[in-house]
């Protein structure tokens, strides 16, 4: 059976069926689409299926051109019900692994994920976690419950685990140039997974055990993660000693070996590196064991926009300003720079505290035209405003700014992203 498929893959006849059309569900299609799968999409939202439809984009930074071109041809569909997904030779589950209001992990979504694969999964189908999780989420939620209608994993269907490695709004980080991780359930479906995605990847780096894979994912996000806490605490350590973390950053990189740079900013944000540990984690929980660091890194980052806060207040008191009644204007609200996405932005958090204490916040970021839930909408940038401003505050560093012009015409610059570094000029009335 899986020579069939396996054939199927080679010759770019296989219909590869999407579940979640976000970030990186879109983008993948996108990426098989070019390389000739026939694909079928669906996603839980009918709006964006609609949007799909009319080939009208929602993602910023995406040209989806491939895949409107071949919604005509029926060789890209779009579609809101999931049995259409049955008639696909390979299901990719590409949906949300967010956080509950307790900040753990939500696995709502997987479960639902699961149970239209259990609706639809058919003998001698691929089936491929995208998804990120925690160790032992495809056995748990996926393969337990397609096994419960009879159905034997390697057998009647393959089941393996490639996790997305995308690096949302770095140009730098082309998606065919990154080798990707792969982990199956058993040899024949780590061969049908790497093979598949050999077709969009430089390299698939095969992996023992699908668990090894999904660990790996969370490893990598949990490093990225403590290294960051590890920054953001030494830049408060640093700036009491008056030594600028920066440099001393720049000076340790050229060190050729044993030192990867990981830089300070107001905290994390996104929908990977501040939730991604929690799946591990919560996970570790059950096998009584501990994740000191990783929880430590957690407390430390989710406290980080506190230390920008007590800047903007130091900073204005110095000035002799109070920040009741001060003006602030928030450069950047999205988490990272050139994305629009604000999940789990500082700046969702800095904002509402600086307005509580009794400031008139404003911002502008050119990528996130409003935040509903703030009822603020982001404001024209003008010499006027930088000058009328007791304070600028760099949340995000997108690639559009003028930092010069804004320097030139602000007062006082809270600079939590090193954005201004070249500009020795200003360094009188810059913060960091
Ligand atoms: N965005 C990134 O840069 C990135 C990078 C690496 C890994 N990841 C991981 O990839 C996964 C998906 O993230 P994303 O950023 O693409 O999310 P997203 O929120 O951008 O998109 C998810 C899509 O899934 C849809 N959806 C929700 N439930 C569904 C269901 N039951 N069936 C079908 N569709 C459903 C949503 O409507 C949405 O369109 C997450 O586990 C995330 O951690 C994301």
């Known amino acids: 059976m899986t020579s069939a498929l396996f054939t199927k893959i080679e010759t770019k006849q296989a219909t590869i069926g999407i579940l979640g059309l976000g970030h990186t569900g879109l983008f993948l299609a996108n990426e098989f689409r070019q390389v000739g799968f026939p694909l079928i999409g669906y996603d839980i939202d009918a709006a964006r299926i609609e949007k ?22 029926q060789q890209f569909i779009p579609t809101h019900d999931p049995s259409v997904l049955s008639r696909a030779d390979i299901l990719i589950i590409s949906v949300p692994t967010p956080l509950n209001k307790q900040r753990m992990p939500d696995l709502t979504i997987l479960e639902g ?99 090894i894979a999904e660990a790996t994912k969370v490893f990598e996000n949990s490093f990225r993660l403590i290294n960051i806490a590890f920054v953001d605490e030494l830049k408060v350590v640093f700036d009491r000693m008056n030594l600028d973390i920066w440099e001393i950053i720049e000076a340790a990189s050229t060190k050729p070996f044993g030192f990867t740079p990981f830089y300070p900013g107001p905290g994390i944000g996104g929908e990977c590196i501040p939730v991604d540990p929690i799946y591990l984690s919560w996970k570790a929980k059950e ?17 980080a926009y506190k230390y920008v806060i007590q800047k903007v207040f130091l900073s204005l008191n110095e000035r002799l300003k109070c920040l009741k009644g001060s003006k602030i204007i ?6 990272k720079k050139n994305v629009t996405d604000t999940r ?41 405003l930088l000058k009328e401003v007791d304070c600028v505050l760099i949340i995000t560093d997108h ?9 030139e015409n602000s007062q006082l610059i809270i600079d939590t992203r090193n954005a201004t570094r070249s500009l020795k000029q200003y360094q009188h009335k810059i913060i960091r």
């Open 113 to 211: 994920a699961a149970a239209i694969v259990v609706s639809v999964v058919r003998n001698g189908q691929l089936i491929v976690m995208q998804s990120t999780s925690y160790p032992g989420t495809s056995e748990e939620i996926f393969i337990k419950a397609i096994e419960k209608k009879g159905m034997k994993v390697g057998y009647d269907f393959f089941f393996a685990h490639v996790p997305e490695r995308e690096d949302a709004g770095n140009p730098q980080v082309v998606l065919s140039k990154v080798p990707r991780i792969a982990g199956g359930m058993t040899p024949e479906c780590l061969n049908l997974a790497k093979r598949l995605y050999e077709e969009i990847t430089i390299r698939v780096v095969p992996c023992s055990s699908i668990r």
């Open 52 to 73: 799909l439809k009319r080939k009208e984009n929602y993602l910023p930074f995406f040209d989806p051109q491939s895949l409107f071109n071949s919604i005509d041809t």
């Open 287 to 303: 096998f009584q064991a501990n994740t000191l660091l990783i929880d430590l890194a957690i407390d430390v980052n989710t406290k």
């Open 399 to 407: 690639d559009y700014y003028n930092w010069e012009w804004i320097c």
């Open 330 to 335: 928030v450069l950047g609200v999205a988490f």
């Open 344 to 384: 789990e932005s500082p700046a969702l958090k800095i904002i509402p505290i600086l307005k509580e204490v009794g400031a008139t916040v404003i911002y502008h970021d050119a990528l996130v035209p409003e935040i509903p839930f703030l009822q603020l909408k982001s404001t024209d940038l003008s010499e006027t």
